[in-house]
Nanobody
Framework: QVQLVESGGGSVQAGGSLRLSCVAS????????MGWFRQAPGKEREGVAV???????VYADSVQGRFTLSKDIAKNTLYLQMNSLKPEDTSVYYC????????????????????WGQGTQVTVSS
């Protein structure tokens, strides 16, 4: 059974940094796409950063230049380095994986992901 376990959330002031981690287990083969999504209260879950099936990294415009996605294959761990955090980054962040072949915009669309972690809270104060 596939499991995704996130960690690294917390509370920081605006301008600060956090690094989220997602450990994946239970796969029979590596997922085709994997990444991070977030959901703020009263809002839809949105894509933040993903690695698509072509191993390209896709970022949401709102985090481009501030967040960096990376993957340690040996540790089956996905990281999201978040710098220059803003209050509008406050959300629950979810790790997600898909066994579908996804590229570009499809890779950052939540409906295309079938495995999800439990989420980790990130709170940025002004």
């Amino acid at each position: 059974q596939v499991q995704l376990v996130e960690s690294g959330g917390g509370s920081v002031q605006a301008g600060g940094s956090l690094r989220l981690s997602c450990v994946a287990s239970g796969y029979k083969r590596n997922p085709d796409a994997m990444g991070w999504f977030r959901q703020a209260p009263g809002k839809e879950r949105e894509g933040v950063a993903v690695i698509d099936s072509m191993r390209n990294t896709v970022y949401a415009d709102s985090v481009q230049g501030r967040f960096t996605l990376s993957k340690d294959i040996a540790k089956n761990t996905l990281y999201l380095q978040m710098n220059s955090l803003k209050p509008e980054d406050t959300s629950v962040y979810y790790c997600a994986a898909s066994d579908r072949s996804l590229r570009g915009v499809d890779a950052i669309t939540k409906a295309n992901y079938n495995y999800w972690g439990q989420g980790t809270q990130v709170t940025v104060s002004s």
